[in-house]
């Protein structure tokens, strides 16, 4: 396998990388054809072959499956690369990768096909390289050459996978923080992508090695395997986006039951995902963690709509009917197949750093991570968002609330970072919400996760958030 | 409210029943019989056998599940029918008997089911049993044709013959698992058979062609063939394994999710689940197939969604006995809550003509929406409770509207589905 990137818009460090590889690849195509290796391959087969690899390259190339998002492909290209590495050495490899200039990809810039091509071209000439350096002989393997052809092909396949992720993640790195963040995404797929990498790269060999007994015909059966695997990396990429889609929809049915609270679930998600980045959580915990987040209120449904809407302080039994929705977004939730993190996170949103949170009251380190995150993500779109008794804050009077608490509430590790966090990516208040006149006798006249207005009670003896 | 722990849904697939005991018979005879022979006469060729056995192994312990519960070993099915296959490995010509192929094969997969054994999961014997008939068919049609010179010296006429013979094998497999399965699920054999080619022939495909590839490859490489060829057989799985799970955890959300009306108490609980299993064995009674039921399920754990728009709930939750208007309101809302995902129009089809009588001026309610309407009222009439009286009273009523609200046949089959959960009836 191999990634191809589109670019978007460049900075001009990405201009400058995207320069110098271009002028490497160039360099070096240049100069072995300038000085030809003496090949011990007939030239009329050499050029017969580079075409039919070349043609096997773009039709792999020209129909990659998405994988997270429209700004990464995966296709199983890399397979005819190697296999060229092994009949053509490295000059023929890296003319295969080369064509990807001609890739019949829809939507693809000059610039995007220019570095992808770049970046093949290295690729497949450091594999080459590599395969010629640890002993490989170049042309068709007959059957004398197993085993002893694995060791160099295994190491040129190392080669191409390193070069190739290598250059690629480089100008990831380079490119403005959506698409930045996007190579935080492709992170979650990395294992798969690792072992389609090798799983592909082999094919290569085994493409090469019917060469002899069935030419071309080897190449259309290992196709099939190939691009099965690519119908169901296809159906799983449409699955998830079909996944995160429905529950984003379930989750905002929950919320229609106040009217303020729109949209809540989604931005906690994307916070807590934004914060989790931040602190460098594994990818996996992070994609755990936006579902947590989007989660993390739906016990709310369990609280009467009368006590959400009260106007005047509750009593003790409408407090704990409150305190309990984290209870009951467990109960509710336990049945998905999440990790169990996530499942921690929601049951501990609203505990606190001094142990006056509720359900359980648990302080400090006793509090799951993921719950930490969550309760900075939550507060801070409560705040930022317009209540029926306050308009939204602006978002540097929100990060000095969340200073204030940082240590009593909140995790204070948690909140740098998601400060940070903010700096870096920025974040999008709600629009202020017009109440339409259908909804205006039935809202919310209280948020419990609004730290600056703490729920209030009509005896004050239980430790009510934040007072 | 306590958490209501679900009845472990005992997966019908493992519990035996007549055709499973048939074909757990088959292929338990031609076990004793190939390893009986094969201990007899000795192996022939014991490295390449002990290879193969060991990739077949390998196969079965990397077993990955499908959508629908089913189950498949794709390297280990390739491994199998690439050892009943295989012409030359290497310098030597291949001898191995048919026998001895399924020898090989089932010793491996037994083998390799071992550990799942160990972890305390599912043995999946029916599952093997039909790996090892296919894989004994396609042994039994090539190995004498091995022998014939002819064969190996013409590649081309060799790669026919095996992908025809293979397409024959992997036919009667999916024939055997959907008698399987449309005995288990008391679904009908054309339609199950039809959902089985349809969930299997990629994976089966791949594997075909993997076979092809394994026999052809251990002419030119020898065993090594076996090792190198594990790597797309192992792309292809891990791909299937995430498609699958997935599939698995956006259903497993949809329906613990489609609980939270029960926990906010706009329904009864457990009702949404129950609509949901009735709705879909009241489907598979009439005929549908797999990927309309998944539509059914959804559409039936969902149905009651747009109530989260009600301001309070429904006393008791019953909607069969709120106005036309309220039932409409709750059809719409719902159907809008699952519009906004995107993805599942037709979900949201069926939703929002949940409550359009069977006869109407309207057009006719999609199958899917009429059956909701039964399975909703049924269960709002008897609830959780498995009386027989009021099971009987409950489908009275409905028959008594079929002129008019229910159809005829979606009752029907609703009264044979529950008549099965009551067996004594009379």
């Not at chain 1, 042309?139 to 295994?154: D, E, M, R, Y």
């Not at chain 1, 229609?256 to 914060?275: N, P």
């Not at chain 1, 609330?401 to 903010?422: C, H, I, N, Y």
């Not at chain 2, 310098?91 to 037994?110: E, K």
Request: hydrophobic share 50%; net charge neutral.
């Amino acid at each position: 396998m191999t990634q191809g990137g589109s670019l978007g818009r460049l900075s001009r460090a990405a201009w400058l990388y995207l320069a110098a590889v271009l002028a490497a690849a160039a360099g070096l195509l240049a100069g072995s054809l300038y000085v030809h290796p003496r090949l011990d391959l007939d030239f009329g087969p050499w050029v017969s072959t580079l075409l039919v690899l070349a043609i096997l390259f773009l039709v792999c190339d020209s129909t990659p499956t998405t994988l997270t998002s429209r700004q990464s492909a995966w296709s199983p290209s890399s397979s005819a690369t190697l296999a060229a590495v092994v009949m053509l050495g490295p000059l023929g490899a890296a003319l295969v990768g080369a064509t990807s200039l001609l890739s019949m990809r829809r939507g693809l810039y000059v610039a995007h096909r220019a570095f992808n091509a770049a970046m093949y071209t290295l690729s497949a000439f450091a594999a080459g390289a590599t395969y010629l350096a640890f002993g490989g002989t170049l042309g068709v393997p007959t059957k004398l050459s197993f085993p002893g052809i694995i060791a160099p092909f295994a190491a040129a396949a190392a080669a191409h996978v390193i070069v190739n992720h290598g250059l690629l993640s480089g100008m990831l790195l380079l490119l403005p923080p959506p698409e930045s963040a996007r190579r935080a995404r492709l992170d979650v797929h990395l294992p798969l992508l690792l072992v389609s990498d090798l799983g592909y790269a082999t094919l290569g060999l085994l493409i090469a090695a019917l060469w002899s007994l069935v030419n071309l015909f080897a190449t259309v059966l290992v196709l099939i395997p190939l691009f099965v695997a690519r119908w169901a990396i296809g159906q799983f990429a449409a699955q998830e986006r079909a996944y995160g889609a429905t529950m984003a929809a379930l989750c905002q049915a929950v919320e229609t039951k106040d009217f303020y609270t729109r949209g809540h679930s989604e931005r906690v998600s994307k916070g807590a995902a934004m914060l989790a980045r931040q602190v460098g959580m594994h990818a996996e915990r992070v994609e755990a963690i936006r579902y947590a987040g989007m989660l993390h209120d739906v016990g709310k449904l369990g609280v009467p709509t009368k006590v959400l809407q009260k106007t005047g302080p509750l009593t003790e039994e409408e407090l704990a009917a409150i305190q309990l929705h984290p209870m009951r977004g467990l109960e509710i939730v336990r049945q998905i197949g999440f990790l169990e993190e996530a499942l921690a996170g929601i049951m501990h949103h609203h505990e606190r750093m001094d142990g006056k949170g509720y359900p359980l009251g648990l302080a400090a380190g006793e509090i799951p991570e993921f719950a930490r995150v969550i309760a900075v993500a939550d507060a801070f779109d409560s705040m930022t968002s317009t209540r029926s008794y306050r308009g939204a804050r602006r978002i540097d009077e929100a990060v000095a609330e969340l200073r204030k608490w940082s240590g009593t509430q909140f995790d204070p590790v948690m909140v740098d970072a998601f400060v940070m966090a903010l700096e870096r990516e920025g974040w999008d208040r709600p629009h202020p919400a017009v109440v339409p006149p259908e909804f205006a006798g039935g809202m919310a006249a209280q948020d419990h996760d609004d730290p600056t207005a703490p729920l209030r009670v009509v005896e004050n003896r239980l430790p009510a958030g934040g007072s | 409210m306590t958490i209501q722990q679900r009845p472990a849904r005992q997966p019908s697939w493992q519990s035996l029943d007549s055709g499973q005991l048939l074909l757990l018979a088959a292929a338990g005879m031609l076990l004793v019989a190939a390893v009986a022979q094969t201990a007899a006469v000795g192996l022939t060729q014991a490295r390449a056998a002990v290879a193969f056995g060991a990739l077949i192994a390998f196969g079965e312990l990397l077993r990955l599940s499908l959508p629908g519960d089913r189950e498949a070993a794709p390297i280990g099915s390739a491994g199998a029918f690439g050892y009943a296959l295989v012409l030359q490995i290497g310098f030597t010509q291949a001898r191995q008997p048919a026998l001895q192929v399924v020898a090989v094969a089932a010793i491996g997969m037994i083998v390799g089911a071992l550990p799942h054994l160990a972890a305390g999961r599912p043995a999946g014997v029916a599952g093997m049993a039909a790996r090892l008939l296919a894989v004994a068919i396609v042994a039994f049609a090539f190995r004498p044709l091995a022998d014939i010179t002819m064969l190996s010296a013409r590649v081309w006429v060799a790669i026919a013959v095996m992908a025809g013979l293979l397409v024959v094998g992997w036919f009667a497999e999916c024939v055997i698992r959907a008698l399987i399965r449309a005995d288990a699920l008391r679904a009908k054999f054309m339609v199950a058979l039809v959902d089985e080619i349809r969930v299997q022939w990629q994976l089966g495909a791949a594997v075909g062609a993997c076979a092809i590839l394994i026999a052809l490859a251990a002419d030119e490489m020898g065993l090594v063939a076996l090792a190198i060829l594990i790597a797309p057989l192992l792309v292809t799985q891990v791909a299937f394994r995430r498609y699958a799970g997935i599939r698995s955890t956006y259903l497993q959300t949809v329906r613990a999710l489609a609980r939270v009306t029960e926990v906010g108490g706009y329904t009864e609980d457990g009702h949404s689940r129950r609509v949901g299993t009735l709705a879909v064995a009241v489907g598979r009674e009439l005929g549908m197939n797999e990927p309309d039921l998944l539509e059914l399920e959804y559409a039936a754990l969902m149905h009651d969604i747009g109530q989260l728009s009600l301001t309070d709930p429904i006393p008791g939750g019953a909607t069969v006995l709120v106005s036309p208007e309220d039932q409409r309101r709750i059809a719409e809302l719902g159907a809008g809550v699952i519009q906004q995902a995107g993805v599942l129009d037709r979900v949201a089809e069926i939703v929002r003509c949940q409550d359009r009588p069977w006869r109407g001026p309207e057009p006719a309610p999609p199958l899917g929406s009429r059956i909701i309407r039964a399975a909703n009222a049924f269960d709002d009439l008897v609830g959780g409770s498995a009386d027989r009286d009021r099971t009987t009273a409950a489908l009275e009523r409905l028959r008594i509207d079929t002129v008019a609200h229910y159809d005829p046949q979606v009752v029907a089959a609703l009264s044979k589905v529950t008549d099965r959960r009551h067996p004594g009836r009379l």
